[in-house]
């Protein structure tokens, strides 16, 4: 069946520096990808989700690029702030399948 | 943006007690969904609904759960019996279409607690 993976639980970083949380996925058909964010207290949200003509999503500073070939949508920011703090979730749908299946989630935790 | 209500935030009851979780999705949103997470787990799907009816379910929603949307008022998630293992956060979410790029908009969970 399909599944997502998101191999680190909690990634801590420097405010100005870099992110990029990991996601991966299985799926026999071409899913969508997407990246939903969840702050403390708050309903999961959609951050950003993958086109399917190869264009790259963005928001909020924050991309991510659909690579079919190594069946990745990996998270990527070039300057971390304290307000990105939260828990990051990478999730899949498929046609003929309406139902998302999500990973474990991504805590990300910027300090100063 | 638009919003899912769940009410209540925090629910304790004790086993074989019956439970009802209420959602109140985005007002003109057709498709409602059930997501249960336990902690430090990922959220995982157990139901999906439209016009009434059941469209699919998972193995997690076992024969003591049912859902409804009474004359377009709170979609609930009704647990009757509840067990231990029904302790988790339960995320009720809502989107316009049936879709696979579809966005779901997800309300701030219920929190379970099975005694």
């Known amino acids: 069946g399909d599944s997502v993976t998101q191999t680190e639980g909690l990634v801590t970083l420097t405010e100005g520096l870099p992110v990029m949380l990991n996601c991966t996925y299985q799926s026999t058909y071409s899913p969508f990808l997407f990246w939903y964010v969840q702050h403390l207290n708050e309903a999961p949200k959609l951050l950003l989700k993958s086109f399917t003509d190869n264009k790259r999503p963005e928001h909020q500073g924050f991309h991510a690029t659909l690579h079919k070939s190594s069946s990745s949508f990996h998270l990527q920011k070039s300057s971390a702030q304290l307000s990105d703090s939260a828990l990051y979730y990478c999730?899949?749908?498929?046609?003929?399948?309406?139902?998302?299946?999500f990973g474990a989630g991504t805590r990300l935790k910027v300090i100063a | 943006g638009p919003k899912v209500l769940q009410i209540p935030s925090h629910q304790i009851i004790d086993m074989g007690q019956m439970v009802t979780l209420n959602c109140d999705p985005v007002?003109?949103?057709?498709?409602f969904y059930w997501y249960k997470q336990i902690l430090g787990q990922q959220m995982e799907f157990l139901v999906n609904?439209?016009?009434?009816?059941?469209?699919?379910k998972s193995k997690l929603f076992k024969d003591q759960f049912s859902v409804e949307r009474p004359d377009g008022s709170y979609f609930t998630l009704k647990i009757q019996p509840t067990a231990l293992e029904d302790s988790a956060v339960y995320f009720c979410?809502?989107?316009?279409?049936?879709?696979?790029?579809?966005?779901?908009?997800f309300g701030s969970g219920t929190r379970l607690t099975v005694l």
């Open positions: 609904f439209y016009n009434g009816k059941v469209m699919e």
């Open positions: 007002s003109n949103h057709l498709y």
């Open positions: 979410a809502s989107s316009l279409r049936w879709a696979s790029a579809e966005t779901l908009y």
């Open positions: 999730a899949l749908s498929r046609g003929g399948n309406y139902k998302y299946v």
